[in-house]
């Protein structure tokens, strides 16, 4: 028994220094980190590194990011301020938010900082994209695709999206069950995109398809850039040449088209706008073009879809709102057709009722899609490096750093309105507001970005959420088909983590003109 108890302590003593001698080199592990990125610092700049936490050795504050999502950013801010930093996915971040800050990141494009994306969507959305070019070559690309998005195109695009949006909302209404809003978005999204930007004629079994292969793509964007078997990159590639071949023959048709022709859909017009600036673009670049115009328009609008029907739902007075600047405007009803015996009739012989001047004229409409940007913007920020250190808010930057911006932390925290931040409320963009923001207020409200990199579709979006809340508030009633409001995902885009599930009614007009359930 006395052996048996020496044994123990003996062993007991063995785990202790083992213990011990883990813990110390775990202590000397996390000193040598955390001198390691103090001495990262540039020596040339007198100014302090920015607060922060760079986390454990090697996995920085990964893993605490991953489990908290947004809530790691905001407890981060409440302690270390506007500017910290952390170190995330094997890199040193500094994260900013505030309008003075953000404009600083946004207006240093090419000069300060330079856009950053993973290595895996360089490869998998190639070399021939607005995300990858840089300086003249990105400057000549956002003219000839500034033109896609001018006045003159967004007046011709309108009909088509109303029409899209009205047979929508309709086959919405005719569902037997509930309505999955984010998936139904997504698949439209991705029909107004192939159909409208790229004029791809397409029946709805191969658009159906063709919108699978490019989410399997995007849901790949952020994989390691490892390309072996049943990896997320080779499921991207994949994915990216199922698209390219499908794209090749309509390219193809749309070269060989007469030069001097009118272009009849954007991506004809980058062909027509790149020929006007003495270029040829090769099928590679034009397909290249076209699977980034899907990629910019597909999760971003669907989200922001998704999210203007959730706060409407929340928000009655709103939509009553809606409602009656459209009756004052002479566009209260949907069409003049009537719904027959057998159900809800989804085509009618009814032209398009709105266009970009009737939306202009919408000022409410145009204030509550302006606050869902606001209160739940799709992206939450996007990545910069640093070309140069820098300064910012007292702190430098050093070189070669990721620099992330934060959207939303920035609309959260902004001091300019009225009425508090984390509550909807349209009337914060209205003109009299706005008079009392002045200038003030132009970086406290990024949905979109901003500067050289600012998205170039940003009013074709605007557009497309203010036809779908004209279409729906004179078309439908929703309600939940759950118990309870899902929770919000953020990342890598927000969305209900249940896909938001709705019951959707139709609505008529009386001959009296008053709206009826039916």
């Not at 000549?140 to 967004?154: D, I, P, Q, S, T």
């Not at 390309?227 to 193809?252: C, M, N, T, W, Y």
């Not at 040829?280 to 999760?299: D, G, H, P, T, Y």
């Not at 929703?478 to 885009?493: R, S």
Request: hydrophobic share 45%; charged share 20%.
């Amino acid at each position: 028994m006395f052996a048996w108890g020496l044994s123990c302590l003996s062993l007991l003593g063995a785990a202790c220094t083992a213990l011990l001698c883990a813990g110390l080199l775990l202590g000397l592990a996390q000193h040598l980190w955390t001198l390691r990125w103090t001495l990262s610092r540039d020596p040339t700049s007198a100014l302090p590194l920015p607060k922060g936490s760079m986390g454990w050795p090697f996995f920085g504050e990964t893993l605490h990011w991953l489990i908290q999502g947004s809530r790691f950013h905001s407890s981060r801010r409440e302690r270390y301020g506007t500017v910290f930093k952390t170190h995330l996915l094997g890199r040193p971040v500094i994260r900013v938010s505030g309008a003075e800050n953000v404009r600083t990141i946004l207006l240093g494009e090419h000069r300060l900082v330079r856009s950053q994306w993973p290595q895996s969507a360089h490869i998998l959305l190639g070399s021939n994209t607005l995300l990858s070019a840089a300086g003249e070559p990105h400057r000549l690309r956002r003219k000839v695709l500034g033109r896609m998005f001018n006045r003159a195109a967004l007046e011709r695009y309108v009909p088509r999206l109303q029409g899209a949006l009205r047979r929508e909302v309709r086959s919405w209404c005719a569902a037997r069950g509930p309505v999955a809003v984010y998936e139904a978005a997504k698949a439209l999204t991705f029909r107004m995109a192939a159909r409208i930007l790229l004029g791809l004629r397409l029946d709805e079994a191969r658009c159906a398809e063709l919108a699978q292969t490019f989410e399997q793509l995007v849901e790949n964007l952020f994989s390691l850039p490892v390309d072996v078997p049943f990896s997320g990159l080779r499921k991207g590639i994949r994915a990216r040449d199922q698209l390219h071949q499908h794209l090749e023959e309509a390219i193809a048709e749309k070269l060989q088209k007469d030069k001097a022709a009118e272009p009849g859909d954007p991506l004809a017009l980058i062909i027509h706008s790149a020929r006007e600036l003495g270029q040829e673009l090769s099928v590679q670049e034009l397909k290249e073009s076209a699977v980034e115009l899907l990629f910019a328009s597909f999760f971003t609008t669907a989200s922001a879809s998704t999210s203007l029907i959730l706060l409407l739902l929340q928000n009655p007075a709103a939509v009553a709102k809606i409602q009656q600047e459209l009756a004052t405007q002479g566009l209260g009803s949907a069409c003049s057709c009537v719904p027959g015996a057998a159900g809800l009739l989804l085509e009618c012989g009814c032209e398009p009722d709105l266009t970009l001047a009737a939306l202009g004229r919408l000022r409410y409409v145009d204030c509550v899609v302006k606050e869902v940007l606001r209160l739940l913007p799709p992206v939450s920020g996007g990545y910069r490096t640093a070309l140069k250190t820098f300064e910012l808010d007292g702190y430098q930057i050093p070189k070669g750093w990721s620099v992330m911006y934060s959207i939303r932390d920035t609309h959260e925290t902004a001091a300019v309105y009225s009425s508090p931040p984390e509550g909807f409320d349209p009337e914060r963009f209205g003109a009299a507001r706005e008079e009392e923001r002045g200038t003030s207020g132009r970086f406290h409200y990024i949905p979109f970005g901003g500067g050289a990199r600012s998205c170039l579709g940003q009013e074709l979006a605007q557009a497309v959420l203010q036809l779908l809340a004209v279409e729906l508030v004179r078309t439908a009633r929703w309600e939940l088909a759950t118990p309870a409001f899902p929770a919000m995902q953020t990342v890598p885009i927000v969305h209900p983590v249940d896909g938001l599930r709705l019951f959707f009614h139709p609505l008529v007009n009386s001959a009296a003109g008053n709206r009826v359930h039916l």
